[in-house]
């Protein structure tokens, strides 16, 4: 007769049996996948009093990836390190609010069915039974957690910006429904404030109605018209002979033709040469093209021109800042932004139909358009502008390098452009709509004869503090 096995017995055998080995998953810096994989790890090492904490550090490297190892990756294993490394990683990605987030926009982002599936059914189950299971495991399945998330994407990027980073400040038990409603009633009246002081600061530049994509009239070239007033051919109409001998101009009096008084006053008359194009461009050269600028009487060569160039950040699709060169013209009524960095800045075009016109009529045409952010590196301005994309907005500007050592720039202003004197690639330009806006009181000439440029005040450079 065979023996009968005791409950001993079996004991014994079944804690002599070697259980398969249980492998960590990797963790990478998901949100939705820290509480998981911090769960197993505390389980597994973190308790596990056979383990050195070099040990568990050796542990811990080895099952993180991407993101979640280069948070660590400097901290040598030792013993010392363990317990800075694991804090940090929780201080990092143990953001209960954070996660609960993630688990609600996968809820809300679900796609909709087009037609009955079996796939599309199960999924649209499972993915919504485990959201609502991890919500109610976290004790965040209130109401109030729901509306939250979604009131918060409802509102601007900026508005939204703000509002993140102020509850990052704040303790989790913090952050509610009532506190968001009351950060954007404060927003709105702040904004309504702003906007009435605005008002009443630009009366006497009054801007124009925002722009409807139908045609524009921007200055991008620098041909001057041929003359049509004698028979010889292929000269300029203010280099014609006939032309100036052609009596009294009737617009200003002055021995002229009445049809050089255009060319005469906004080109060679004007004493301070504020002018939108080069009036003698050398015929070897490439004529610069664009753009309004203040033109330096003698210290400047002629064909290279200090144009109005700026340094300003501009937000990418993630709400980044990424640095550029603008420059400024107030003599486009739209602004530009090339096609090139409108991709490396991942924004969404519009279709759009534009029609565009320069000096000498000459036509050019454009189908897409942005809507973008700037803001100034060294003071708090940002403004939204809405910009037509173009394949190249100019050349490089200046056309070369400017000496500016002996040049007595104060050593208390910041600059908005600091590298103006250097020749770079212009990807933004700003026309009428943000022009007068940025212009701020106060000028400092560089020299008492004009020989040198002068510094205009602006909202994107300032005058430093002196120690």
């Known amino acids: 007769m065979a023996p009968v096995p005791t409950a ?105 069915l087009a037609s009955s599936s079996a796939h599309g059914l199960r999924s649209l189950h499972d993915i919504s039974d485990e959201v609502i ?26 508005t939204k910006q703000l509002w993140c980073q102020k509850a990052a400040e704040m303790e989790e038990d913090d952050v509610s429904l009532q506190c968001f409603l009351k950060f954007i009633e404060s927003r709105s009246f702040a904004l309504e404030s702003a906007q009435s002081v605005k008002s009443k600061a630009s009366v006497l530049f009054k801007q124009p109605p925002k722009l409807q994509y139908r045609g524009a009239t921007a200055f991008v070239t620098t041909n001057p018209p041929l003359c049509n007033v004698c028979s010889k051919q292929n000269h300029h109409l203010y280099h014609c002979g006939e032309a100036c001998k052609a009596g009294t101009c009737r617009k200003c009096n002055l021995s002229h033709h009445t049809l050089l008084y255009h060319h005469s006053s906004s080109v060679i008359m004007q004493p301070t040469r504020s002018a939108s194009v080069l009036a003698k461009a050398n015929l070897g050269q490439s004529a610069q093209s664009l753009i309004s600028a203040l033109v330096s009487p003698t210290c400047i060569d002629a064909s290279n021109v200090l144009l109005a160039t700026v340094a300003i950040n501009v937000l990418d699709s993630n709400g980044h800042p990424r640095a550029c060169r603008a420059v400024l013209d107030c003599a486009s009524q739209v602004s530009f932004i090339s096609v090139t960095f409108c991709k490396q800045l991942g924004l969404k075009t519009q279709a759009a139909d534009v029609s565009l016109e320069g000096i000498s009529a000459t036509p050019a045409h454009a189908n897409k358009c942005a809507e973008i952010i700037i803001s100034s590196r060294c ?48 990807e933004v330009l700003l026309g009428i709509e943000l022009f007068f806006q940025l212009l701020e009181p106060g000028k400092i000439n560089l020299s008492i004869d004009d020989s040198l440029p002068t510094l205009q005040n602006t909202k994107l450079g300032n005058r430093r503090p002196l120690s």
Request: glycine residues 4%; neutral net charge.
């Open 133 to 158: 299971r991890a919500l109610k495991a976290m004790d965040r399945e209130d109401r109030d957690t729901w509306l939250l998330f979604i009131l918060s994407e409802k509102v601007d990027v900026d």
């Open 8 to 112: 001993s017995h079996v004991l014994a055998r079944n804690t002599a049996l070697k259980l398969p080995q249980m492998n960590m998953p990797i963790f990478s810096g998901n949100y939705l996948e820290w509480q998981s994989f911090f769960d197993l790890f505390d389980s597994l090492v973190h308790q596990n009093p056979g383990l050195k904490d070099s040990q568990k550090l050796y542990y811990l490297k080895t099952n993180l990836s991407g993101e979640a190892a280069s948070l660590i990756s400097h901290q040598k294993i030792t013993d010392a390190n363990y317990g800075l490394a694991l804090e940090k990683l929780k201080s990092r990605y143990d953001k209960p609010r954070e996660i609960a987030n993630q688990h609600i926009k996968r809820f809300l982002t679900q796609p909709p």
């Open 379 to 426: 003071t708090d301005y940002r403004a939204s502008v809405s910009c037509i994309v173009l394949e190249t907005i100019s050349k490089t500007l200046p056309c070369k390098p400017t000496n500016i050592d002996d040049w007595p720039i104060p050593g208390s202003v910041h600059l908005a452009d600091p590298l103006f004197h250097h020749p770079g690639k212009v």
